[in-house]
Every structure is written in structure tokens, then in C-alpha cells.
């Protein structure tokens, strides 16, 4: 077997086969293939494509590179939630105590943030001794003793889709469905849980910028998931705006506990209830109105919360934070964000309001860069508000005087004002199964 002829074949847009995809994948891992003949099947897949099957077969070999996690120790059935990315993405920090409040197993591994879409970890790490890195039987145990535990995923998961996605960054193929597909899921089947729920974000602050293009996305990676053998269900969600009204890592957190107490701005709260029902039903809790009342009695009777403050207490955290938030240390410096006109928000670049919140110090602009816990934004009016000339519509909050400058500054590039008011924002635009999209 040969990569040349694995490049032309695909070049001509036909079907590769099982053998000569894990040929090509595990050569480039060990080193035996060059980055220049695997560039080239790069490019050729992203102008021919790949079909559902090959797909499967190229996620597979990606997942199989490097650890795979084995949670048969867990009892009962493991809902995995995955996001592509956003701007005050905070979800799974209130949704995954929700499930387990509910009965249901969450054995969640996520990662760091990286550029302007915050990291799961990094605001789990701003409770004070809060762990994320924690061994697999402590793992287990924790799961088993209370439905939950929130850790970093291991270095040696998917090692085949880093190196890949190097070479993506700088040959223009990042931008291509079925590699983001298999980027995504290569790491979902790696983790090992039975049912996988995946967020797909959609607008400015998403990757994925339109509907029809989060569809398509989502469709690619539900097959990749059901051809596993993982029941998978994807939901478009709204990145056009920030979610919520936080960006940062411990004012997020502080977020996530008002949606644990139902709290939380309605776009935000909407969406931690649909994640929670939809892995609750995955986790075969009941019917979808038997688990979303379930949903919302934990919420209701506090027990949500509790249990979010019972993980933190279990990975060596402080859980008093969780009961009394307005312990968390709060920025050095903030300022006010005032509208520079009479009008109403036509839009927010949620991809600049992220931006601006790693130029606070909230997030990463290189793997080397230090987080500022206290660093971001609140916003006080989003797209649809109407706003006077002066008025405040968001703080800004750093421990760097010059940082709060500097984003001030750029963060004026992501408003547009206008005199008529914009259509409501959906939170939710759709869910996508094995059989079909349900448009909501």
C-alpha cells in the first residue's frame, strides 16, 4: 500500500477503504509519512469530501491513536455533553449536576480554553483547590458516589487529531465539515461514555457561522457517534451573542450557579434545562416530560446545587464558594462599557466580545499564557435592547489597568447600533437525530 496512491484515489473522489485509512492516519502518527503527502489527503479531502463511512473509519483510527477510556467500572448508563466552542459557554458546569441530581452518570473530561472560546477546566480551577487532574480510580469512585465528576482530559487522548490539526492550522483545511466532524467525535469515543449529547454552536462566536453549515456538522457527527454504537443527538444552539451575561472564568462559574438555582438569563437557563432533559432521556430516566419536571424539581428543592457543591467538595475544592459565590476575589480594575449612541443593539460580534476577554487576561492567546480568574465581561444589554447614548451596557473587569484600556477599545468594534429593532433571538434553532432535524 502506498500514500500515493491513497491521495490520488481520494483526489478522484472515490471511496477509501478501512484498510488504507488507518494506513494513512497511523503513518502520519508514527512518523512514516511525511506532512507533505498527508497535507496533500488533507487538501483532496476537502474539496471531495468523505462518505458517512469513511468518516466513521477515519474517527475510529483517531480515537484508537491514543487512550481509551473504559468506564465499564461506572454503574448505570454514561451521558457524555460536548460543545464546538463559545463565548460564555459555561453549560456544562450547571447541566452536568443537574444530571446527576436527576439519577443520571456524568463522567465528563474536558479541556483548557484556547483563543477567544474558553476551557470547562480553566473556570472549574478558579474555585479555590478545586482538582481537575485526578486518576482514573478516583475518577470512577467519584461517579459512582455521586453521578459526577468534572476532570481534565488526559494528554494521550486522540494524540492522531493534535497532530492532524497542526497540520490543518496551516494548510487551510481547517475550515473543512468532515475534519472538524472527526476532530470532535475522535475525541468523544476516546472518553468512552455510552450516549453523547453534542451542543453545536451557530454565528459569530461559533465556527460554525450559518444554520445550514451547523446542520450539516451536525448530521456528519451524529452518524459518526450512531455508527459507533453511541446514540447521539445534536442541538444547534445560538452564538451570536455571549451566553448568558458572563464571560470569564469565575464570574462564569458564578453563573452556572444561578442556573443551578433557576436563576440564570433566560437564554442560558433555557439551555442548561433542554442539555439536562435531553441526557436524562439518553440516560433512559423517563419520557422527555418525565425528565424535564425532573429537571426542575432539582432545580426547585436545591438539590442541583447541592450536588455541584458535593463534586467540588470530592476534587479537593472549597464548596462554601458554591453556597456563598460573593467569596470569589473580584478584579483589581473594572470599567464601564457605555453605548456610544441612542438605538437599539442591532448585533454583538460575540467572536470580538470573547476576543476581548482574553485581552483582559480571562482566557489564552498562546498555551504559555497565564489566566486571570477575575478577568471579563458582564453584559447589561444585549442584541435587541434598546439603549441611550451614555448608558452602561457592560463592565468590563481586569487586573491589568492598560489590559482594561486596551479591551475597551475593541470591544467597540462588536456593537452596531440602529433606529429599528431586530428580530428576537432564538436560543435553540434546532436538534438533529440519526433519523432526521426537528427545527425548533
Known amino acids: 500500500m502506498r500514500m500515493y496512491d491513497i491521495i490520488d484515489q481520494k483526489k478522484r473522489g472515490n471511496e477509501l477503504t478501512k484498510e488504507e485509512i488507518y494506513y494513512a492516519i497511523n503513518g502520519y502518527v508514527l512518523g512514516d509519512i511525511p506532512d507533505y503527502q498527508m497535507s496533500a489527503l488533507l487538501m483532496a479531502i476537502y474539496y471531495k469530501g468523505m462518505t458517512d463511512e469513511e468518516l466513521l473509519y477515519m474517527t475510529e483510527c483517531m480515537a484508537k491513536s491514543g487512550d481509551m477510556a473504559?468506564?465499564?467500572?461506572?454503574?448505570?448508563i454514561k451521558v457524555d455533553k460536548h460543545s464546538t466552542g463559545g463565548v460564555g459557554d459555561k453549560t456544562t458546569l450547571a447541566v452536568a449536576p443537574i444530571v446527576a441530581a436527576c439519577g443520571g452518570k456524568v463522567a465528563k473530561m474536558s479541556g483548557r480554553g484556547l483563543g477567544f472560546t474558553g476551557g470547562t477546566v480553566d473556570k472549574l480551577e478558579s474555585i479555590p483547590y478545586m482538582q481537575t487532574a485526578i486518576d482514573e480510580k478516583r475518577f470512577f469512585e467519584i461517579v459512582n458516589k455521586l453521578g459526577i465528576s468534572l476532570i481534565g482530559q488526559s494528554a494521550n487522548i486522540a494524540p492522531a487529531d493534535k497532530k492532524l490539526y497542526a497540520l490543518r492550522d496551516v494548510t487551510a483545511t481547517v475550515d473543512s465539515i468532515p475534519?472538524?466532524?472527526?476532530?470532535?467525535?475522535?475525541?468523544?469515543?476516546?472518553?468512552?461514555?455510552?450516549?453523547?449529547?453534542?451542543?453545536?454552536?451557530?454565528?459569530?462566536?461559533?465556527?460554525?457561522?450559518?444554520?445550514?453549515?451547523?446542520?450539516?456538522?451536525?448530521?456528519?457527527?451524529?452518524?459518526?457517534?450512531?455508527g459507533a454504537g453511541r446514540e447521539t443527538i445534536a442541538i444547534l444552539t445560538n452564538m451570536d451573542v455571549p451566553l448568558g451575561i458572563s464571560v470569564g472564568n469565575n464570574i462564569e462559574i458564578i453563573e452556572a450557579i444561578e442556573a443551578l438555582q433557576g436563576k440564570a438569563p433566560k437564554d442560558f437557563q433555557e439551555i442548561c434545562e433542554v442539555?439536562?432533559?435531553?441526557?436524562?432521556?439518553?440516560?433512559?430516566?423517563?419520557?422527555?416530560?418525565?425528565?424535564?419536571?425532573?429537571?426542575?424539581?432539582?432545580?426547585?428543592?436545591g438539590s442541583a446545587l447541592d450536588k455541584f457543591a458535593a463534586v467540588v467538595k470530592e476534587q479537593g475544592g472549597d464548596e462554601s464558594y458554591i453556597y456563598h459565590p460573593d467569596q470569589f476575589p473580584r478584579a483589581l480594575y473594572e470599567k464601564e462599557f457605555k453605548a456610544k449612541?441612542?438605538?437599539?443593539?442591532?448585533?454583538?460580534?460575540?467572536?470580538?466580545?470573547?476576543?476581548t476577554a482574553v485581552i483582559l487576561g480571562a482566557g489564552r492567546e498562546t498555551k504559555e499564557s497565564t489566566i486571570d480568574d477575575t478577568a471579563g465581561i458582564r453584559f447589561f444589554k444585549k442584541t435587541g435592547s434598546w439603549v441611550e447614548e451614555g448608558e452602561k451596557i457592560a463592565v468590563l473587569y481586569s487586573s491589568d489597568q492598560k489590559k482594561l484600556e486596551d479591551a475597551a477599545s475593541y470591544l467597540e468594534k462588536a456593537y452596531i447600533f440602529g433606529s429599528e429593532k431586530p428580530e428576537k433571538l432564538k436560543a435553540i434553532y434546532a436538534k438533529v437525530y440519526k433519523d432526521g432535524v426537528t427545527y425548533l
Not at 475522535?186 to 453549515?213: N, P, R, Y
Not at 439536562?276 to 425532573?294: N, P, S
Not at 449612541?341 to 476576543?355: F, H, N, P, R, W
Open 70 to 76: 473504559d468506564l465499564s467500572n461506572i454503574d448505570g
Open 179 to 226: 475534519l472538524i466532524a472527526a476532530s470532535i467525535m475522535s475525541k468523544k469515543l476516546a472518553a468512552g461514555s455510552d450516549k453523547i449529547v453534542l451542543d453545536v454552536t451557530v454565528g459569530s462566536g461559533a465556527f460554525m457561522k450559518s444554520i445550514e453549515d451547523a446542520v450539516i456538522l451536525a448530521e456528519k457527527m451524529v452518524a459518526i457517534g450512531e
Open 275 to 301: 442539555f439536562a432533559t435531553t441526557m436524562l432521556v439518553l440516560g433512559k430516566r423517563g419520557t422527555e416530560k418525565e425528565c424535564y419536571a425532573l429537571v426542575k424539581k432539582v432545580i426547585e428543592d
Open 341 to 355: 449612541q441612542t438605538g437599539y443593539i442591532v448585533s454583538m460580534d460575540a467572536e470580538i466580545c470573547g476576543k
